[in-house]
């Protein structure tokens, strides 16, 4: 693999500088230049080298995660003023299901190129079908070579679909955090990617539990500062998933940007905010409907309609939960409108067939 050179990166932004020279026949005085010529012209340099990084950012980033069967996976992440190198993954490894979340050092067009450059070697190296510490051993040795000046933090799990059993390896990245009934940090870590070489880094193995969530982030969750320059913090975003950690992935993340732009006033300025979340949905189809009749309507409108319809405690085959689709439409659409009648049906029917199809694969198996 060719090498990437280290000027390449210390010269970027400012390779336009070293323009042609040009020599005049004879000897002149200097055109005289407007005072704010100069300025202005570099500061346009700057914005449209910080719309290209943003352009090559926004390229590499999915524009829709996998869906799997039994789970729930969603990623957002929200660009800085001041554009990063946040990065996140998904990649389907020997039946497992790989996730990967990562920040590079620095910021602008560098930033965004040393993203780049990351996430090719670790695609690479996941193709090889390695365990998450020795992927990111091997990525992080070719990144010393490759990538001289900068480092990344890096996490990388995989999930087995079937038992919920994840293995996860840290390169200095923030913990890997798992909320049921409460909210654990799961502390393995190393040193970042790129520093030193390294054989193998430590790996975790949990189990995932019908119902459980895992949230991957960057910093610029509990770096965020307010007005006064007060960060977030973490006790702030633990506190944060303790009350809000019942809801499904998308709504729980809408939430916690919510809060950020609330304490930032809605201003990110010095970092990125991504964010993956994979929740293990529940065993029961019909716990699993109630659950996101719950987020869209409430929990205490979704208990009530459960009970009139018998639902509680019961257990039905994903064909006699489509039947219940038309009786819940009604319901919704009478109490909140077509329009969240719809929005409620759309996510229920393709969940109702993520069933029949585990129940198909357990079937043949």
Known sequence: MQKVQPVIYSSLLSHRAHGRVAIPLEPALPAPVPEASVPDQRQAELEQDLQLARDLQQGLMLETVPRLPGWELSAVSLPARELGGDLY???????????????????????????????????????????????????????????????????????????GMMQLANAGHNYLIVINNQVVEI????VPLGVMEIDCYTEST??????????LY????????????????????????????????RALMARVLSEVRAW??????HDDVTMVLVRRR???????????????????????????????????????????????????????????????????????????????????S
Not at 121 to 127: G, I, N, P, S, T
Not at 220 to 243: C, D, I, K, M, W
Not at 303 to 317: F, H, K, M, N, P
């Open 206 to 215: 949990l189990q995932l539990n019908y119902g459980d969530s895992v949230m």
């Open 187 to 190: 502390e393995t870590s190393g």
């Open 89 to 163: 993954d998904f990649l389907a490894v020997n039946g497992s299901q790989g996730i990967m979340i990562g920040d590079v050092s620095g910021k602008g067009l560098p930033a965004a190129l040393r993203m780049a450059v990351a996430r090719t070697v670790f695609r690479a190296e996941v193709r090889r079908g390695q365990s998450p510490g020795h992927t990111l051993a091997a990525v992080n040795n070719i990144l010393i070579e490759e990538m001289p000046q900068g480092m990344v933090t890096m996490l990388y799990a995989l999930i087995n679909p079937q038992t």
């Open 218 to 249: 960057t910093d610029g969750v509990v770096e965020a500062t307010n007005e006064h320059q007060v960060l977030y913090g973490y006790p702030r975003f633990q506190s944060l998933l303790q009350t809000v950690g019942h809801l499904k992935p």
């Open 282 to 364: 529940l065993a029961n189809l019909l716990d699993e409907m109630h659950s996101i009749v719950a987020d869209v309507v409430g929990p205490m409108t979704a208990d009530e309609w459960w009970q009139s319809l018998a639902l509680v405690g019961a257990s039905r085959t994903p064909d006699q939960c489509l039947e219940l689709l038309r009786p819940l439409n009604e319901m919704v659409a009478s109490q909140f409108g077509r329009g969240i009648a719809r929005e409620l049906q759309a996510q229920l029917r393709p969940v109702i067939e993520e069933y029949r199809l585990l129940q198909s694969t357990k079937g043949s």
């Open 264 to 269: 930032t006033q809605g201003q990110l300025k």
